[in-house]
């Protein structure tokens, strides 16, 4: 089972996820901004410069 949480800076997204993975147990815990820097790599440069700009 994957948990996606996101939202706004300063939420508490943090903070539900380390109380969720405690709840959980065998949880994995990954900070998306690092699967970010990966999926940048893979992916080409938007021609705007705004990885926003990209097709789905």
């Known amino acids: 089972m994957i948990i996606w949480v996101n939202g706004p800076f300063g939420a508490g997204k943090t903070t539900l996820v380390e109380e969720l ?5 065998t949880a994995v815990t990954v900070d998306p901004e690092l ?3 990966v999926l940048k790599r893979m992916v080409p440069p938007a021609p705007t ?3 926003q700009d990209l097709p789905i």
């Open 35 to 37: 699967l970010g820097f």
């Open 49 to 51: 410069g705004d990885f």
């Open 21 to 25: 993975s405690k709840r959980l147990g």
